[in-house]
């Protein structure tokens, strides 16, 4: 990176602002996958805590709001990789691709951005009390709750709407937002080994993982 000024340098597997990154008391972190949410979160939690951007009275623009703070972790599952797939064709600095045989083997031996999902997933649930995103204002609430802020139901409104993936109508980086997208692009054999790195890497971990919206 040649402007070490705007970007975040890779320090010891880590990557650090160039100045000393100072953390105040009242901070919000959001961590997540590459590709599992991460924009959507962050615009929701953007919602929730000002007005202006509810209101459409201000506009800001995400990574001024919510700067990001990469860490070199590891990779992802079914609907990740799929959407991995189509954001390395959407963004110029990462390789395209149109082989979903060799982005599997990538993904899986964690050579793609954010390295091994798998590991990330081990390495948070430590730290959470994890749910998967199965209703978008039940979710919002406990976000709401969470970051200890109070809203209106009118408030509430506002942030649903305007993040609900179904209704937007704006730009394509959010493209679908739901479970079991995968299955349009996997194919059986790549479904199958998919399953086996799953059952080998995640075999003891205690949570349900949700491949498709007829699960529960």
Not at 12 to 40: E, H, Q
Not at 73 to 79: A, E, G, I
Request: glycine share 4%; aromatic share 14%.
């Amino acid at each position: 990176m040649d402007d070490t000024d705007a970007y975040l340098l890779n320090v010891k597997c880590y990557y650090f602002s160039r100045a000393s990154l100072n953390i105040r008391d009242d901070d919000v972190f959001i961590v997540t996958y590459p590709k599992s949410g991460t924009i959507w979160t962050q615009q929701i939690v953007s919602l929730i805590y000002f007005e202006g951007h509810r209101n459409r009275t201000e506009m800001v623009e995400t990574f001024d709001r919510a700067p990001f703070l990469e860490y070199n972790l590891h990779q992802m599952d079914f609907d990740i990789l799929t959407s991995l797939f189509h954001f390395s064709n959407l963004i110029v600095p990462l390789e395209a691709t149109d082989n979903m045989d060799h982005l599997m083997e990538l993904f899986l031996d964690g050579k793609v951005l954010g390295s091994l999902w798998f590991d990330h997933i081990r390495g948070w649930y430590d730290f959470s009390n994890a749910h998967s995103f199965q209703d978008l204002r039940s979710s919002v609430f406990q976000i709401i709750s969470f970051l200890e802020k109070e809203l209106s139901e009118e408030e509430v409104d506002a942030v649903v709407s305007q993040q609900d993936i179904g209704k937007r109508t704006e730009g394509n980086f959010l493209r679908k937002g739901i479970v079991g997208d995968w299955k349009h692009h996997l194919t059986v054999k790549q479904n199958e080994r998919f399953d086996r790195v799953f059952q080998r890497k995640m075999k003891d971990f205690p949570l349900k993982f949700i491949w498709d919206t007829d699960e529960e």
